[in-house]
């Protein structure tokens, strides 16, 4: 049975997307636009040539402030936060002491002893009951600011022409990563130059009050430059084609860092933190199995999310996120494999409708943008 | 939305008879408008058979996958070719340009919606 979209939660714009006749969706809870009429193919190709605007106020957001705050945010997450300068903003996770994920997050550094932390939408209550759980030995604050701020995600490489004449904070100085505070169409917002799509582009937090002006400001703003509403649909292909990992299939509470090709967020001289013991010994160990990604040899041949990867008959991996690309125009996904099998130019099978079909393994991401 | 002269199916195909034996078959504005867009249309061998409610092919859209069941006991006689190249046709005409198998109708086509009986599902689906 699917929820009943009356109990479904609702972020400040779901009047907006009605009023833009979206498609909408149950996505963990929260009644979302998976896409708009224009459809995802055209939604993710108005994000990679000119630019797409996404509501993702269903995101979580968690403040840490106090004199303790660096140390918990240190003890909670494997990347170096003391290398946060004020106004930088890094990827990393929350981990268990196996090493496996809680969720993946960034961490904003707002102040010498303050950082805000924005945690996906379907674990928030269990990411801030994680937060609150390790917060009594620290001397700091934790509040969870989720039900009163607003995120819209404007993304593509017409982000910054549709963004500027809107504020008088300059926005090319902002390097990629980092973020700062200002008014934007006389909203007050973090501006933060960060995203889930490979382009270059601003995610803009507001009172949650302030989220539909803020979205009606920008779409009208952008609309002559080719700006598009883009639905979870897209944000879904954009973010595979770059190999950005998504909880529930590329990592979960059963996959840790190192598996994940996360090693890059996992600073294990930094000091301790929770799961550095089970990543130092998996370290040392040859790792089982890896994250590749492939693409399927006929275009008939489409795999999809958990589909198995299969040898002889028999079960040795599954996909965790497949679809056709709408960039590269072939069939692609991401597969955890048995580590010998994890080379480029190699090939597996994967289970198609109790068909094995032919995939090569290949380099990732699939897309980078040109620079 | 829902043509008339069409017959159809609790899962979302429509059949065209015409009037010699021969019937087009489809998927409705409804199917194609859940599926989002289309990508990939995969259909049978011509001159192959399959029974009412048989799976004969699928349809791939960028989010997801659905089977395509036979709407009335049937021999393939033409598929549509052109969806090889435009798989767009389906979602952009889904009762004309996007049809999917043309069949020789080998049973009756009991158990089909007229149209009023479509839409009527079709409303308490959405709703």
Known sequence: MSTPVSDLMKTPLNAAHRALNAKMVDFGGWDMPVQ???????????????????????????????PGALALVEHLTPNAVANLAIGQVHYTAFLYENGTFVDDLLVYREGEHEFLLVVNAGNSDKDFAWVQQHAPAYDCTVVNESPAT???????????????PLTKTALAPIGYYFFTHGEVAGIKCLISRTGYTGED??????????????????????RPLGLAPAGLGCRNTLRLECKMALYGHEIDDSIHALEAGLGWIVKLDKGDFIGRAALLAAKAAPAPRKLVGFKTLEKRDIARDHMPVVQDGKQIGFVT????????????????????LAKVGGRIQIEIRSRAVEAEIIPTPFYKRAK | MFPADLKYTKDHEWLKPAGDGTALVGITQYAQDALGDVVFVDLPEVGAAFAAGEEFGTVESVKTVSELNMPAAGEVLEVNA??????????????????????????????????????????????
Request: hydrophobic fraction near 40%; include cysteine; proline fraction near 6%.
């Open chain 1, 36 to 66: 708009y009429p224009g459809g995802i193919i055209a939604e993710h190709e108005a994000v990679r040539t000119r630019a797409g605007l996404f509501d993702v106020s269903h995101m979580g957001e968690i403040r840490v402030k106090g």
């Open chain 1, 150 to 164: 607003g995120q819209i995600a404007l993304q593509g490489p017409l982000s910054l022409s549709i963004l500027q």
């Open chain 1, 201 to 222: 582009g601003f995610e803009l937090y507001c009172a949650a009050g302030d989220t539909e002006p803020l979205w009606n400001a920008v779409l009208e703003a952008g």
């Open chain 1, 321 to 340: 996120s497949a679809a056709p690309s709408p960039t590269c125009g072939i069939n692609l996904g991401l597969a955890y494999v048995p580590t010998e």
């Open chain 2, 82 to 127: 052109a969806l090889a190249e435009h798989p767009e046709a389906v979602n952009e005409d889904p009762y004309g340009k996007g049809w999917m198998v043309k069949v020789k109708l080998t049973g009756d086509l009991a158990g089909l919606l007229d149209a009023k009986a479509y839409e009527a599902l079709v409303s308490a689906e959405s709703h």
